[in-house]
């Protein structure tokens, strides 16, 4: 299962989980007994961010943390910066094993009393990276009330289709709980840029320091490839291009190429090492790796490059995340379907 350990990166941890019947209490009762190097504290955590009870672990001393009452949701348990999404209930909840701050990937920790949790895990994406993210349609009705946007809030998917399924099974008594009210403002937010969507509007200056707009191309059907000179992927996936442009070039159709390199010097070596003959504009923002996405990488739902997208001429997102032979395809299709 995966963690976040803030300001280094993303580790594993094995949550060796014992499912037991639930107890019929009105509150949470988190407690344990865990090996650590050194003190480290332990709190618990809304998704808002709002602590709500903490206390310090010391080795192999029993800690408690004080029985409070909650909404069943996705929480989060935290030791020190490292957090962990688990979905908790009025019920009493023990944490065993050993855990290293130095190293986080070593720990070994056993938790018991997290049943509705244990069974989220069944329905949680196969898929490594957020963008490729998916959830079988099957899921409707198998799971209650909250379980599905604490899943999604679990899940991590970056994508709308998979966060949209999964708000479509969900009550309207269980959207107006926590993590019901940000899976919405998750679905919301993410549909911007999903297939259909009205494309977001950039401008961009060319070589010639002239303010280009995606909407300068209304009318027309636009290929935009975000794009970087030291991406050697993104160097191979242009060279694709330029064949692709020869052939298919006319007036319904407009190449843009946006680079995100953070140097403008850089760009400008690569246009006259290539020297291709479409639209070449420059995002002086760069392309941001982890951390928060520029705003280019969040408009259009991106982390890594090349990132093509196909928009139609009503400006519409028509496809995305095209790479190859699906470039032409879906320039074919949309030609067809005019």
């Not at 130095?102 to 490594?128: H, M, Q, T």
């Not at 899976?183 to 494309?199: C, E, F, M, N, V």
């Not at 052939?247 to 159709?253: A, S």
Request: net charge neutral; glycine share 6%; proline share 4%.
């Amino acid at each position: 299962m995966r963690i976040t350990y803030t300001g280094v990166g993303l580790f594993w941890i094995w949550l060796f989980v014992n499912a037991f019947t639930l107890s019929a209490q009105e509150k949470l009762e988190l407690s344990g007994k865990i090996r650590v190097l050194e003190p480290v504290e332990i709190r618990l955590e809304n998704i808002k961010g709002e602590v709500l009870q903490k206390t310090v672990v010391k080795n192999n001393s029993p800690f408690s943390l004080q029985a409070c009452k909650i909404e069943p949701d996705v929480y989060l348990i935290c030791f020190g910066e490292t957090k962990q999404p688990i979905y908790l209930t009025n019920t009493q909840v023990t944490i065993k094993g050993f855990y290293n701050c130095r190293d986080v990937k070593s720990s070994s920790l056993n938790f018991a009393g997290i049943d509705i949790y244990y069974e989220l895990l069944k329905w949680l994406p196969k898929e490594e990276f957020s963008q490729d993210k998916t959830i079988v349609p099957e899921i409707k009705g198998k799971l209650r009330g909250n379980m599905y946007s604490a899943l999604a809030y679990i899940s991590d998917m970056s994508t709308y289709e998979p966060n949209k399924l999964l708000l479509d099974c969900m009550s309207e008594e269980a959207l107006k709980t926590t993590s019901g009210k940000w899976l919405k403002h998750r679905t919301d937010s993410l549909y911007h840029y999903s297939i259909g969507a009205p494309a977001y509007d950039f401008t961009f200056q060319d070589a010639q320091g002239k303010k280009v707009s995606l909407s300068d191309f209304r009318g027309k059907l636009v290929l935009v490839d975000f794009w970087a000179s030291w991406c050697g992927p993104c160097r191979h996936e242009m060279k694709n291009l330029l064949p692709l442009y020869n052939e298919l070039k006319g007036d319904d159709l407009e190449f843009i190429s946006i680079s995100l390199d953070s140097k403008e010097e850089n760009w400008r070596k690569m246009l006259e090492e290539e020297k291709l003959p479409w639209v070449m504009l420059w995002d002086e923002e760069g392309f941001v790796i982890g951390n928060e996405p520029n705003k280019i990488q969040r408009a259009y739902g991106f982390y890594s490059i090349p990132f093509i997208v196909l928009i139609d001429k009503d400006g519409r997102l028509l496809a995305k995340d095209l790479r190859g032979e699906r470039v032409k395809e879906e320039i074919l299709k949309a030609r067809a379907n005019k």
